[in-house]
């Protein structure tokens, strides 16, 4: 093999530089870093090394004591599910790329690879920290002080059964992941790679943390002292992914030729035998998010992993149904999209619903996804993959389901409006939240970049041609020419 030598120009143009002119003229002398974009990745690369320059931790040479049985076994099942969350990574990607077009499939598959890699980067640097073990400068509110996180494993962690911080890490980091992957689903097929890449990272780094000390910071945040009740992230997790990509998609605006004379026309999607996977996947992946979320191997782990079925079998039972009863034909995208709707109308009450009621609860949520869709489709908002409605709309059912059939708050378990009133109160303070801050951010991004949208042209021909300069399937498209 043999490597063409770089013109002469070029050569004695870096040889007669001064040492302050050198540096940039080799730079831009790489492909790519000419380009705005080109920089816009560079200029990410310090975020996510800055840990290896700045933060040192020396590790802990503490005696630990013989390791109980409780210990490995809270331990192993938080990092089971944990992998299990994660890999719900894939089921994303699978159902987003499934439900769009196959000339969008690479940058959809790419998005929801690097949204988990840029996840784990933010959280690590900073997001963790903010959530849990900074410190309180507005008291409940709002949480800063240092990066990263101690991983050390002390002798009460083990005698006492405690989780270890990187497991606990670990387990975090995946919803964050989550919160940020549901923003893809409703941006996808029009937006730029880049900017999508630097607002999933402030996103996950800072406004996701931020609002989940409100609650998960057990005993110090707002809504956790005022009694909200959020098991395993309706709202915390799902609504407010749901809510940031929302505002994106209304800033970006309807995809090319998703309203035609005021009436929204049908988009299929290219290959709903992966979405149907990818759905499949996703409802695996639910038995480490819901059962993980109570922290420890206990007997209540069982009963989460049953109701948490039985929302999923109630959902797409019912989407379903309403597909077949208003369409003469039961509709697979909307079967899909209930089994979705019924995980998370289950998922923030999960340990506190009877049987029965995780599977009404789901039931509903098949329901209200199918009536969703058709109403953010009449207020003109291009949602590609039916996210809000899945995650927005449906995280709002299931956090105000907790005040009506949580077994011991619940209204009709007989226990008044109290918990209702608590739980509508965290509903307005998270939407509030994701709303403001998500358009201030993209705002922010848009001016900068000139625009988050990619051109019409991009869009016609695809952004994976535009964004990538690849194609998903370059056989098939070769031979369909």
Not at 402 to 414: A, I, P, Q, S
Not at 440 to 452: D, E, R, T, Y
Request: hydrophobic fraction near 55%; aromatic fraction near 12%.
């Amino acid at each position: 093999m043999t490597i063409a030598s770089p013109p002469p120009g070029r050569a004695r143009r870096l040889q007669e530089a001064s040492l302050l002119e050198a540096p940039t003229m080799l730079l831009r002398s790489i492909r790519g870093l000419s380009t705005r974009r080109g920089l816009t990745w560079l200029a990410c690369v310090p975020v996510a090394l800055m840990g290896l320059g700045l933060f040192n931790l020396a590790a802990h040479a503490a005696e630990l004591p013989e390791l109980t049985p409780a210990f490995l076994a809270n331990n192993l099942f938080l990092l089971i599910c944990a992998a299990l969350v994660i890999f719900m990574n894939a089921g994303f990607a699978m159902v987003e790329a499934g439900m769009c077009r196959q000339k969008n499939a690479v940058n959809i598959l790419a998005k929801n690879l690097i949204v988990f890699a840029l996840a784990v980067t933010a959280y690590w640097f900073i997001g963790y920290k903010i959530m849990y073990n900074a410190s309180w400068v507005i008291p409940g509110w709002l949480k800063f002080g240092g990066l990263f996180f101690d991983p050390a494993v002390t002798p009460e962690m083990v005698t006492e059964g405690k989780l270890v911080p990187s497991v606990d890490f670990l387990f975090q980091a995946a919803f964050a992941g989550t919160a940020a992957t549901i923003v893809s689903g409703l941006v996808a097929e029009r937006i730029k790679f880049g900017e999508f890449v630097i607002f999933s990272l402030i996103l996950v780094g800072i406004l996701y943390p931020i609002s989940g000390s409100w609650q998960w910071n057990v005993g110090e945040g707002w809504l956790n002292k005022l009694g909200f009740i959020d098991f395993a992230g309706s709202t915390v997790v799902h609504s407010f992914g749901a809510w940031a990509g929302l505002i994106g998609a209304m800033l970006l605006g309807p995809r090319i030729g998703k309203f035609a004379g005021g009436k929204p026309q049908a988009i299929p999607g290219h290959n709903l035998a992966i979405a149907t996977l990818g759905c499949l996947i996703l409802w695996l992946g639910w038995y480490g998010f819901n059962p993980g979320s109570w922290l420890s191997m206990a007997p209540e782990v069982p009963y989460i992993a049953v109701t948490t079925t039985l929302g999923a079998a109630g959902g797409g039972i019912a989407a379903t149904l309403v597909s077949q009863f208003s369409g003469g034909k039961p509709d697979l995208t909307m079967t899909i999209n209930g089994i979705l709707a019924g995980l998370v109308g289950v998922t923030a009450g999960c340990d506190g619903f009877s049987m029965p009621a995780a599977w009404v609860v789901g039931f509903i949520a098949g329901v209200i996804v199918v009536f969703s869709v058709a109403f953010i489709d009449g207020l003109k908002i291009d949602d590609p993959v039916g996210a809000f409605s899945v995650h927005g709309t449906c995280g709002i059912w299931a956090t105000l389901a907790v005040g009506l059939f949580n077994t011991d708050k619940g209204l009709f378990t007989g226990h008044g409006f109290g918990q209702l009133g608590v739980q509508i109160v965290g509903v307005i303070a998270f939407a509030v939240f994701a709303i403001v801050s998500s358009w201030i951010v993209w705002s922010i991004i848009g001016a900068i970049f000139g625009g988050i949208r990619v051109t019409e042209q991009e869009e016609i021909e695809g952004l994976d041609i535009g964004e990538h300069g690849m194609e998903a399937y370059p056989d098939f498209a070769a031979s369909a020419k």
